[in-house]
T-cell receptor, first 116, second 112 residues
């Protein structure tokens, strides 16, 4: 069974510092990996989706890398701002089969606080 | 563009009462649809998923059921709510080729 782990569970950084968030998974035969942001009491907002053939994706200040062989993904947020305060979750999906097509396994998330 | 609607946003229900949460998707056809629950301090748990009308797969045995009466409509139901059904319920969709999830805004359910 695929296990997804996010360490640390919580992180506090001063404004302007770069954020590094880690996601590890036990089964390297993943199909896609997706990073989400969740604000308190809200739904999940997709940040970046990395398909299995890709090694990284970038959007603005965000960059996500994927190393399937080591079972790791890292989300970098450059020059953090107080508005980046949220919980960040990663999710991985395995190669599709008749039974597991489209299902993602989520990590528990990293709660980030960016202090002014 | 594709949008996903989920309602209600919050719900307080007594133990033993029925439940119906609705999710609809616009701007796409034949999506995969999912119901997740997020309990306080815990991760996301997949409850049900559907790859087509009338096709429902359940991930965990529980007090809940799901139905997909139309291509872009997904309903989560219960005949009698338990205290343990409290949580944050999220609907999501993806295209058949699994290009990632898009989530609704969620329903906060409190069973009292």
């Amino acid at each position: 069974k695929q296990e997804v782990t996010q360490i640390p569970a919580a992180l506090s950084v001063p404004e302007g510092e770069n954020l590094v968030l880690n996601c590890s998974f036990t089964d390297s035969a993943i199909y896609n990996l997706q990073w989400f942001r969740q604000d308190p009491g809200k739904g999940l907002t997709s940040l970046l989706l990395i398909q299995s053939s890709q090694r990284e994706q970038t959007s603005g200040r965000l960059n996500a890398s994927l190393d399937k062989s080591s079972g790791r993904s890292t989300l970098y947020i450059a020059a953090s701002q107080p508005g980046d305060s949220a919980t960040y979750l990663c999710a991985v999906s395995l190669r599709p089969t008749t039974d597991s097509w489209g299902k993602f396994q989520f990590g528990a998330g990293t709660q980030v606080v960016v202090t002014p | 563009s594709q949008t996903i609607h989920q309602w209600p946003a919050t719900l307080v229900q007594p133990v033993g009462s029925p439940l119906s949460l609705e999710c609809t998707v616009e701007g796409t056809s034949n999506p995969n649809l999912y119901w997740y629950r997020q309990a306080a301090g815990r991760g996301l748990q997949l409850l049900f998923y559907s790859v087509g009308i009338g096709q429902i797969s359940s991930e965990v045995p529980q007090n809940l059921s799901a139905s997909r009466p139309q291509d872009r409509q997904f309903i989560l139901s219960s005949k009698k709510l338990l205290l343990s059904d409290s949580g944050f319920y999220l609907c999501a969709w993806s295209v058949q080729r699994n290009y990632g999830y898009t989530f609704g805004s969620g329903t906060r359910l409190t069973v009292v």
